[in-house]
């Protein structure tokens, strides 16, 4: 089988180094894994990675209905912002269920290409946000008055680049007029507006996502290709293992551990 073009030329620093010392070698798993996959299948894979974006998240809070969630989902992985953080709405089992299937039908897939942190609470997930050093921004909905003046700016008036203590910027994203929910926005770091002049004050949960990643990603912030390479490397592995059958038994004969599926 022709190969296709491996990652071993990879440039890590010393940090890098470290942390791959530390946790699973990818790279031997890639190498045995590519050798049973069709190599247009992993030129794809490396393609796409190498456009991820590094330092944006994107948070969906409380969003109920699913074909706004999966909407969302596709639209974020089509920009290459890799990395999302779900609050769990509250729904009943049957509504879940029905989530669950719309959400693969219009997702077309992106769920399988990305990074998707779930979380029960809130307040789970604002930790979560905490420790990867993120500035929290939340969409303040479609507020009206004195109080959108005091509580939002207009999100294209936010200066996005990420400076210390930050490392980057989690967008969140709630009710398409609410907006984020009252928690989110009493502990976010700023809040933000997409300001509207028509006679619609509101807009599709879908586009509002759609806006505040285009406004976010047109800053220049956050270019396409600043994933990690070590992160490219671990998301590859992680996608061929997925993707081509009996990976644990190849790795084993190869005298390699599979690692954790997380």
């Known amino acids: 089988m022709v190969r296709a073009v491996p990652w071993t030329s990879l440039r890590r620093s010393p940090a890098a180094r470290a942390w791959c010392h530390m946790s699973v070698q990818w790279q031997p798993i890639v190498d045995v894994l590519t050798e049973c996959s069709a190599p247009e299948r992993v030129t794809r894979m490396q393609e796409v990675l190498s456009n991820r974006r590094e330092g944006i998240h994107l948070v969906l809070d409380n969003v109920a209905?699913?074909?706004?969630?999966?909407?969302?989902?596709?639209?974020?992985?089509?920009?290459?912002?890799?990395?999302?953080?779900v609050i769990k709405p509250s729904t009943s089992s049957r509504r879940r269920y029905a989530q669950e299937h719309a959400l693969d039908n219009v997702a077309m897939g992106a769920s399988r290409w990305l990074s998707i942190s779930q979380y029960d609470s809130p307040v789970g997930c604002l930790q979560k946000l905490q420790q990867l050093q993120l500035r929290v921004l939340a969409h303040a909905g479609s507020l009206e008055g004195a109080e959108a003046e005091e509580a939002a700016r207009p999100i294209d008036q936010l200066d996005l680049r990420p400076s210390s203590p930050w490392q980057g910027v989690a967008l969140v994203i709630g009710h398409e007029t609410r907006g984020a929910s009252r928690g989110i926005r009493a502990r976010a770091d700023d809040q933000f507006s997409l300001p509207l002049v028509g006679v619609s004050r509101s807009l599709n949960l879908s586009l509002v996502a759609a806006l505040c990643l285009h406004v976010t990603l047109a800053s220049g912030a956050f270019p396409a290709g600043s994933l990690p390479e070590e992160r490219r490397l671990e998301l590859l592995g992680r996608w061929l293992l997925r993707d081509v059958r009996a990976s644990k038994h190849l790795l084993k004969r190869a005298g390699l551990e599979m690692p954790s599926t997380r």
């Open 65 to 85: 209905d699913p074909f706004d969630r999966a909407a969302i989902l596709r639209t974020a992985e089509g920009l290459g912002v890799h990395h999302i953080h």
